[in-house]
Nanobody
Framework: QVQLVESGGGLVQAGGSLRLSCAASGRTFSPYAMGWFRQASGKEREYVAAITLNAGTTYYAGSVKGRFTISRDNAKNTVYLQMNSLKPEDAAVYYC???????????????WGQGTQVTVSS
């Protein structure tokens, strides 16, 4: 069974930083890509960033490019999302996901974590 566990969410002031982590486990877990999505209250789940686990190629949504950085540590089966210059509109539940293709659509990912709340005060 594959498990993804996010951590690192919390309350931060606008302009501040947070680093989210997503630890993956599972006997035969070897996805091609992992991504971060977010879902604000009353809104649809939104793509944030993705990374290919072999090459480490990264992709970002336009709204976070230049502020967020996705990275991975394959030895630890962990993917990170460094979030800088946070804005109130970044507040959401952040989810990590894993799958066998790189995509911006959540339905293309096979495994999901439970989410971690990020709150940004203005």
């Amino acid at each position: 069974q594959v498990q993804l566990v996010e951590s690192g969410g919390g309350l931060v002031q606008a302009g501040g930083s947070l680093r989210l982590s997503c630890a993956a486990s599972g006997r035969t877990f070897s996805p091609y890509a992992m991504g971060w999505f977010r879902q604000a209250s009353g809104k649809e789940r939104e793509y944030v960033a993705a990374i290919t686990l072999n090459a480490g190629t990264t992709y970002y949504a336009g709204s976070v490019k230049g502020r967020f950085t996705i990275s991975r540590d394959n030895a630890k089966n962990t993917v990170y999302l460094q979030m800088n210059s946070l804005k109130p509109e970044d507040a959401a539940v952040y989810y990590c996901a894993a799958g066998w293709m790189l995509a911006t659509l959540p339905e293309k990912y096979n495994y999901w974590g439970q989410g971690t709340q990020v709150t940004v005060s203005s």
